[in-house]
């Protein structure tokens, strides 16, 4: 089929892409752009490991027609650390610094999910942690030093440890 | 990297651009609003549509608008994750904004709507339950007007509903709660989250002005018939009485005696025959005492 170009927003940088009706995001991303952070799990809507932010809120990539994302503002894992210094965002600091990654294949949608967490919840509860993460799967960790790591950067963040 | 087939992809601007679409393009064209279930059918092989036609950007069709004693109205492609964070909503229809938040993933309620979730007219779908209890409206659009439909009549079996071709859902509109009545919701899966409800129920109760005798009830079951099951002997049994533990233990009984659940890979039909007497005797008890407090 015949493809049109299109223009993505991603990371506040825009990417013309060639593609069809039917490609699906995580795959453009991936295969396209060539930001390999973003994984592809299941491909059904249930691991959560192609998590993206769009508009500041996590969706999930594999379920995403690329066309149907113009105009939008795309955040993946490579979006989240300080885009001029390259410094890690505290949140990413915090999950290396308790161990929340293992094999790390889930890691990038952790993240994702997490920050639109904390970024529209100034001290979510435990459970509101926990609710926010059940569609992001991990089968290493087993996800409490995933939870440890999130209530960490809350906490130094509301003690102006960190931004 | 193509694993759908081909289609033609329309993003109508405004919702006449779309109903055009919607009747010119037929039943070869189906249309997406979060595509949490329309994508999934498609990688599926389910359904091959020839043309996608993406409602999700029209602002017509969405958000959620509640009047001082008038009820509410929400719009079709309104997502869930908003209904599920709607202070408005969650003060006069908490059973709806309850399972909202139990439907799916975190991810799935911030791109799935309320009017894809009724569309898809799954038998295990959250929210066309409390909507049915709640006595909720399902507006559908056509080029040629509006009609409105009750929600339990608009579901007509698994995946049927009364949508004709080149009609769209366009809107719910929700009834102002009656005084002294209190909605509740209630679902039992095979874990807590990213589950597909086995059985799912909400029990709708108003109270007489004494504040204790029943003057109306609905409850309306999930999941264990092909489209939003209304109990019609619930009504007969407790309206007019002060609820006792005798007539909540009939209540379970008589949800049972009209379920008609299937056995399948969530659940088999005796667990969930037995989990529609536990949930029609918990909601019926806590939809009554909700109901006094009101």
Redesign the interface.
């Known amino acids: ?1 015949k493809k049109q170009l299109i223009t993505l927003d991603i990371n506040d940088q825009l990417y013309q892409v060639a593609v ?5 995001l995580v ?1 453009v991303i991936r ?1 396209e752009i060539g930001l390999t952070g973003t994984k592809k799990g299941c ?4 691991c ?1 490991a192609c ?1 993206v932010l769009i508009d500041g ?4 990539g594999c ?3 690329a ?2 994302c113009q105009g939008k503002k795309i955040t993946t894992i490579e979006g989240v650390a300080d885009p001029v210094t390259g410094e890690l965002h505290p949140l990413q600091k915090s999950f290396l610094d308790h161990g929340a990654v293992q094999c790390g294949f889930c890691t990038p949608g952790m993240i994702l ?1 997490s920050k639109a967490l904390v970024d529209s919840t100034p001290n979510p509860s435990k459970e509101e942690i926990k ?6 799967t991990c089968r290493c960790t087993g996800y409490i030093l995933i939870f440890e790591a999130i209530e960490a950067y809350v906490k130094a963040r509301a003690e102006g440890e960190v931004k | ?9 329309y ?1 109508p601007k405004t919702k006449s651009e779309a109903l055009e679409l919607v009747k010119s393009l037929g039943s070869s064209a189906k249309v ?1 609003a979060g ?2 279930d329309l ?2 059918m498609m ?1 599926e092989k389910m359904i091959k549509p020839e043309a ?1 036609i ?1 409602i ?1 950007n029209l602002d017509e069709l969405k958000g959620i608008v509640c009047k001082d004693g008038q009820g509410a109205e929400i719009g079709a492609c309104t997502t869930i ?1 908003e209904i599920e964070f709607s202070k408005d909503l969650e003060k006069k229809y908490s059973a709806l904004t309850y399972a909202a ?1 139990e439907l ?5 309620r ?2 799935a709507t309320i009017g894809g979730n009724c569309c898809h007219s799954s038998p295990a779908a959250e929210t066309p339950t409390p909507l049915s209890a709640l006595g909720a409206k399902v507006v559908i659009s056509g080029l040629a007007g509006e009609r409105e439909l009750p929600m339990e009549d608009f579901i007509q079996g698994n995946r049927k509903n009364d949508l004709q071709p080149g009609e769209i859902v366009s809107k719910f509109i929700l009834p102002e709660p009656a005084k002294k009545s209190a909605c509740r919701y209630g679902y039992i899966g095979l874990r ?3 589950e597909i409800d086995a059985v799912n129920m909400a029990v709708n109760i108003t109270l007489e002005d004494d504040g204790t005798k029943i003057k109306d009830v609905k409850l309306v079951m999930g999941s264990v018939s092909p489209r939003p099951l209304v109990s019609e002997l619930i009504p007969g049994l407790l309206k007019g009485t002060e609820l006792t533990e005798e007539l909540i233990v009939k209540a379970g009984e008589a949800a049972q005696s009209e379920a008609k659940p299937i056995t399948d890979v969530r659940a088999s039909a005796e667990y969930r025959r037995d989990v529609v007497g536990a949930l029609a005797r918990r909601l019926v008890k806590e939809a009554y005492e909700a109901a006094k407090e009101a």
């Open positions: 089929m069809t009706p039917m490609d699906i795959d295969k491909g059904q809507g249930d959560g998590t809120k996590p969706q999930l379920l995403k027609l066309i149907a999910s609710r926010t993460l059940a569609g992001n | 990297m193509n694993i759908l087939n081909e289609f033609e992809y993003a997406l595509g949490t994508i999934i990688k996608i993406d999700s994750a938040g799916g993933s975190n991810q799935v911030v791109m807590n989250a990213m």
